[in-house]
């Protein structure tokens, strides 16, 4: 399963920045390894040497490379609980000071927490219009996320997911199949926005009311983790706030002058007034 | 080659099992102890706090990036798969699951195998899949030792029966011989 050495790993981090420019270098090494592994035997390719050199010969090769490397949220509602939490008792408060209200969610990669933060505000039937802005790393994702196609191996997951969210609903009102596939029903993704992310571009607007940026970070090194965070806490306005993996921290940076819990058990977070 | 980490796999029938094992631990257990445990994926809540009830040492779900250290119990989170860095930090990733599940074995205990090499001690338990089949080869070909529950007194055999068919484990023991062994790390 770990039939990529670390050695052979930065040798194709090498391959890449230099065929296409994008710096994979921030990347966890043993999810990255186990990535190229899986890539490795899908591809039908022995070794990192034979996947350099089709990269190399076909930029379309380097495309799908990328995109295979990338991971996104795995499914729709995943840990149906903090949207419960959410729903229940943060609303108010995370849209309480933002009269234009945007939701950020950067660097995805499918448009799983898009469509879960779509239906979520739907069935939340506010009294106000909250703007949702996605990023994405290149055009081909960005049309993939606005095409609203859901995988058959994510289906069930999101649906069992959203059935523990709402019990009193079923996942299909907000699906629909076309041509034996399935697809968020397009109203839903009317409005929303997706725009192509450069490394040095915003994490969010003045107007941003709330960041997910749930299990991204369990893919960068501990230095990119840092780079980010700090990008991400300076790009926040105070009063907004963030969400992040359960399984992710942000303790131990130094950077706790710039943020307060709001609900350490779900990861959420609230930018503080830093003066 | 002295054992520098355990690690224990198991699905349907294991639950048990690792409860007795996880009270058998002497406080100054000088290797890190992982439990990678097919679960409930929408349920956060119960079961660590279930398998904390009689451990004589703490069991808990790691952070991602958190270093490994003797003498700790980690179990693998939740819908997370869990790896190993070389630099003995835990790596929690959402990729796809493997036969169904995430946390994967066959993830996991090829990380571990990658990381720890002839040092690790790897235990399968009783399950329902093959999970743990690819795993438990990764860590025989690294030279770690493998230990695998003996089918027969699987409550369900067929992880164990799938190990062993691909693998020839160092031993293959029963619940009790399990206990034993583990209370002589």
């Given amino acids: 399963m770990f039939t990529v050495s670390i050695l052979e790993a930065r040798t194709l981090i090498r391959a890449v920045k230099k065929a296409s420019g994008r710096d994979l270098s921030g990347l966890a090494m043993a999810s990255f390894r186990y990535r190229l592994s899986l890539i490795l035997h899908s591809y039908k390719l022995d070794n990192i040497d034979s996947l350099i050199a089709t990269i190399q010969k076909d930029s379309d090769n380097l495309d799908r490379l990328i995109s295979d490397i990338s991971i996104g949220s795995p499914d729709m509602f995943r840990n149906p609980d ?24 950067p660097q995805c990669v499918t448009g799983d927490e898009l469509y879960t933060l779509a239906i979520f505000l739907k069935e939340a039937g506010l009294d106000y219009k909250v703007d949702l802005i996605a990023t994405c790393p290149d055009q081909r994702i960005k049309d993939q996320i606005l095409n609203g196609e859901l995988l058959n191996s994510r289906f069930k997951n999101s649906k069992d997911n959203f059935e523990v969210y709402n019990p009193d609903l079923t996942f299909e009102e907000y699906t629909e199949t076309l041509q034996g596939k399935k697809y968020i029903k397009k109203e839903l993704l009317e409005g929303i926005e997706v725009k192509i992310q450069g490394d040095d571009e915003p994490f969010c607007s003045e107007k941003t009311a709330l960041v997910i940026y ?22 926040m ?32 977070y609230i930018k503080k007034d830093v003066h | 080659m002295s054992t520098k980490a355990l690690i224990i796999g198991g699905s349907a029938g294991s639950f048990q099992i690792v409860i007795r094992i996880l009270e058998l631990f002497r406080p100054d257990l000088p290797i890190p102890v992982f439990l990678c445990l097919h679960r409930l994926k929408q349920v956060r809540k119960g079961f660590e706090e279930t398998l904390n009830y009689n451990a004589s040492l703490p069991v808990r779900e790691p952070m991602d990036k958190e270093y490994i250290r003797p003498g700790k ?21 959402t990729e796809a699951t493997v036969h169904h599940s995430r946390p994967s074995l066959d993830v996991f205990f090829s990380s571990a195998a990658d990381v720890y090499g002839p040092g690790l001690l790897a235990l399968l338990l009783s399950g329902a899949n093959q999970d743990g089949t690819e795993g438990i080869a990764e860590v025989k070909r690294n030279g770690g030792t493998v230990v695998i529950q003996d089918p027969d007194d699987c409550e369900i055999s067929t992880m164990c029966e799938s190990a062993i068919k691909l693998t020839k484990p160092d031993q293959i023991l029963t619940v009790s011989k399990i206990i034993e062994f583990v209370s002589l790390l």
């Fill in chain 2, 73 to 93: 119990i980690y179990l693998a989170p939740s819908n997370y798969h869990m790896l190993i860095e070389k630099d003995l930090t835990i790596a929690l990733s």
């Fill in chain 1, 214 to 235: 749930r299990n991204r970070m369990l893919y960068q090194n501990a230095e990119m983790q840092y780079k980010t965070l700090r990008k991400l806490l300076s790009d």
């Fill in chain 1, 82 to 105: 903090l949207w419960i939490h959410i729903r229940e008792n943060l609303l108010p408060i995370i849209f309480a000071s933002r009269r234009y209200p945007e939701v950020y969610i």
């Fill in chain 1, 237 to 268: 306005e105070k009063g907004t706030c963030f969400i992040i993996g359960m399984g992710e921290s942000i303790d131990g940076f130094g950077l706790e002058q710039y943020y307060k819990d709001l609900s350490s058990d779900f990861k959420i």
